[in-house]
């Protein structure tokens, strides 16, 4: 069976060009590169070079503004508590409520600790209300952290506005965003576009680069404590021997992602706009979610009332096509996706989302096997919904009512 991969907001496969790069470093360059023989400082000299590839990629920054962690997650977690080590004097965090659980729950542990932390809600397209976002800034405020573009719906947030706002009202409010989503689909350059950004982070297995690696941004001047202890490495700001060949794949990654970034943007989103047009003329009752704001070309994020996303993926994946419900991270769980939730998708389709994500990889075929075998998937499964009328294609009568009995 030829499998449909249309899950690349979860994970990527990683691009040959990246996989090829790598292999001297796992046979004839292994070298730890904190060794003083001759052999490890040409595996140091890699390791340096991939540091100025992904500093040129990010707006000509300087290379010691980028610190190698062993994923996004790690990232977010050394950006948040590093930045609150390091600041004791101040106890106020914001954040949104449709963060990726790696922020979420590092803003939950500090709140713990005793921190307060504002969770800004999004409307009912996702995006963030500015006036909102002033309102939280305090005297007290340590750090605004605030995603670049949602996981789930694509959603894109005005970091350039948002960060120019926190400096303007108080240059010692730190920011970060995790740029998970973006690396590699949108502009990221710290110098001019994203000049009030003190932190970032990424990870390499969104852009084709394996799973394993990640990036972190630190502005020069930024306070942040180390996260790992034990070791000199990243100057000090990361214990652990450098993962060599996955920090090239990253390079390497990044480099071609900003490379052909206007051409992928264009053909990828060529390939979400016409599924996504056709998916809305061929199945009744559905909403695509985030619609009204800027998205990631990539991501549609697509509920279908009256029925469960569980059943339509487990469908998808007899077909051989991967999509996913919402956050991998979070697809263990059966509650509804917290950014949906916060969105106000109704009861009636917040369970029946499904996110397809998909990368320079995907071809017309993809899109045109997906069209033909989903609208046939949705009409099954709601031959089973009782708030659903089969013979007029539409919602019973009485399916409101329906439902929100349930839902109390």
């Known amino acids: 069976m030829r499998i449909i991969y249309a899950d690349n907001n979860a994970t990527t496969q990683v691009a040959p060009e990246v996989y090829e790069a790598m292999i001297p470093y796992f046979t004839e360059y292994y070298f730890n590169p904190?060794?003083?023989y001759e052999p490890a400082r040409q595996t140091g000299q890699a390791l340096a070079e991939a540091r100025q590839t992904i500093a040129d990629c990010l707006g000509r920054v300087d290379p010691k503004e980028i610190l190698f962690t062993g994923c996004a997650t790690e990232s977010n977690n050394t950006a948040i508590f590093g930045t609150a080590r390091a600041n004791p004097d101040r106890r106020h965090i914001i954040t949104t409520q449709v963060e990726h659980p790696a922020v979420l729950e590092v803003?939950?542990?500090?709140e713990r600790s005793g921190y307060k932390v504002t969770y800004l809600p999004v409307d009912r397209e996702g995006k963030l209300?500015?006036?909102d976002f002033i309102r939280a800034l305090t005297p007290d405020t340590l750090l605004v952290s605030i995603m670049h573009a949602n996981n789930e719906t694509g959603v894109i947030f005005p970091i350039e506005k948002l960060s120019r706002i926190t400096k303007q009202t108080d240059p010692e409010i730190i920011f970060h965003t995790d740029a998970t989503q973006t690396a590699g689909k949108l502009p990221l350059d710290l110098t001019f576009g994203l000049p009030y950004v003190d932190m970032l982070s990424f990870s390499g297995h969104k852009l084709h680069a394996p799973k394993g690696i990640g990036v972190l941004y630190v502005r020069r001047g930024t306070r942040c404590r180390p996260y790992l202890l034990g070791g000199h490495q990243e100057d000090g700001?990361?214990?652990g021997t450098e993962?060599?060949?996955y920090i090239i794949g990253i390079a390497k990654a990044l480099e071609l992602a900003t490379r052909n970034r206007e051409q992928d943007e264009a053909y990828v989103g060529r390939l979400r706009d016409r599924l996504e047009n056709a998916l809305c003329e061929r199945i009744a009752s559905v909403q695509v979610n985030g619609k009204?704001?800027?998205r990631l070309p990539n991501t549609l994020n697509i509920s279908f009332h009256y029925i469960e996303g569980e059943g339509m993926l487990f469908q998808l994946s007899s077909y051989g096509i991967c999509a996913s419900s919402g956050s991998a991270c979070t697809?263990?769980?059966?509650?509804p996706s917290h950014?949906?939730?916060a969105m106000k998708v109704p009861f009636t389709a917040v369970h029946g989302s499904v996110r397809f994500s998909l990368s320079r990889f995907n071809t017309e075929k993809d899109i045109d096997t997906i069209i033909e075998v989903f609208p046939g998937i949705v009409a099954s499964l709601r031959k089973l919904s009782p708030y659903w009328d089969n013979e007029r294609n539409a919602p019973r009568p009485d399916a409101l009512d329906m439902s929100a009995h349930v839902d109390s």
Do not use: T
């Open 34 to 36: 904190s060794s003083m």
């Open 237 to 239: 700001r990361r214990a």
């Open 129 to 131: 209300n500015s006036r």
């Open 107 to 110: 803003c939950r542990e500090l």
């Open 331 to 335: 697809s263990g769980s059966l509650e």
């Open 339 to 341: 950014v949906l939730r």
């Open 243 to 245: 993962n060599v060949p």
């Open 292 to 294: 009204g704001a800027p």
